[in-house]
């Protein structure tokens, strides 16, 4: 059984080796793609392998028909919008994610964002606290739960919108639910943003939205870069020059954000929210052993297409 790590952004030298024990202690052969640039590398390195751990790494048709012996995909992380999941089935191909395992990594980095971003991006000019401030998190899953739990710390007042998990599960976390995502935006000085890239919540973080938030409102992206419509946010932005927009994931419109905004707007350059060793280790050795189980024991746990 030959197991293929496929990462463009690779995982920590040491969660490889935890990926590599778990896969040959079950007796399977670990294969490894790092950093590659080419498609046409990730199509010739799947030829033969029988599963495929990713990242943000894209599975599409044709890396399926490429894959012939292909039984098993685990995207190590949570947003499985990068693997075509209609393809995958009709290929015969399990997908899996690992939900929760690189969460507090994404939420600690909400706040490296947002102390940067409130700092001024750390230029020497006062800034504000977080402290005090209503922070708003869009999407109560996994991330979102951690942000909730840092944000206590910073005593930042927590609202939280989720069309899919029941208020009183917020509000068990010492949060409060609000009842839309207007409310929430309207409510609170800082949003982040923890929904993942479907095609209801594409491009709806836009210029409606964004506008109902208070002066100086900042948004914090550790997301997806889909779920924003950068034109309408563009707009907003050369109309109210109050509002910050933090982002991971690099805008397509990133050089017109920088040239108009410089000093409201803050991108990294390659989304880093799950980059730490601990998030590499729990995610990839999670995505180990559910191929092994998988295969010795049929377990389809976290499978996400039919
Ligand atoms: C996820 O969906 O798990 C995060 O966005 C992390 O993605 P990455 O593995 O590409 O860093």
Redesign the pocket.
């Known amino acids: 059984m030959k197991v293929l790590i496929a990462t463009e952004?690779p995982f920590a030298a040491v969660a490889v080796e935890g990926i590599r024990k778990e896969i040959e202690n079950a007796g399977f052969e670990l294969a490894l793609l790092e950093k590659y640039t080419e498609k046409a590398q990730l199509l010739d390195a799947v030829k033969d392998a029988n599963a495929l751990i990713i990242?943000?790494d894209k599975v599409d048709a044709e890396v399926l028909d490429a894959a012939k012996e292909l039984k098993i995909v685990v995207r190590?992380?949570?947003?499985y919008d990068n693997v075509d999941l209609e393809a995958a089935t009709a290929h015969g191909v399990c997908v899996m994610n690992t939900p929760g395992q690189?969460s507090n990594a994404?939420a600690e980095l909400v706040f490296g964002l947002l102390v940067f971003g409130v700092r001024n991006f750390f230029n020497g000019k006062a800034g504000t606290e977080l402290k005090g401030k209503k922070l708003g998190i869009l999407a109560f899953g996994n991330v979102g739960r951690n942000v909730a739990r840092v944000a206590a710390g910073f005593g930042m007042d927590i609202y939280a919108y989720d069309a899919f998990c029941p208020k009183d599960v917020i509000e068990a976390a010492g949060v409060h639910a609000v009842d839309s995502q207007d409310a929430l935006f309207e409510t609170c000085d800082v949003v982040s943003l923890h929904i993942p890239a479907t095609p209801e919540t594409k491009k709806s973080i836009n210029k409606a939205l964004v506008g109902k938030m208070k002066k100086g409102g900042i948004v914090v992206n550790t997301a997806r870069k889909e779920v924003v419509n950068e034109e309408e946010l563009l707009e907003l932005m050369a109309e109210r020059q109050d509002i910050k927009y933090l982002t991971d994931i690099m805008p397509d419109a990133h050089e017109q954000f920088v040239a108009q905004f410089g000093d409201r707007y803050f991108s990294t350059p390659k989304?880093m929210?799950?980059?730490t060793a601990e998030a590499n280790i729990n995610?990839g050795i999670a995505a180990a052993k559910q191929i092994v189980a998988y295969f010795l024991e049929g377990c389809e746990r976290f499978r996400v297409n039919k």
């Open positions: 952004k990242r943000s190590a992380g949570a947003g690189n994404v989304k929210g799950a980059q995610a």
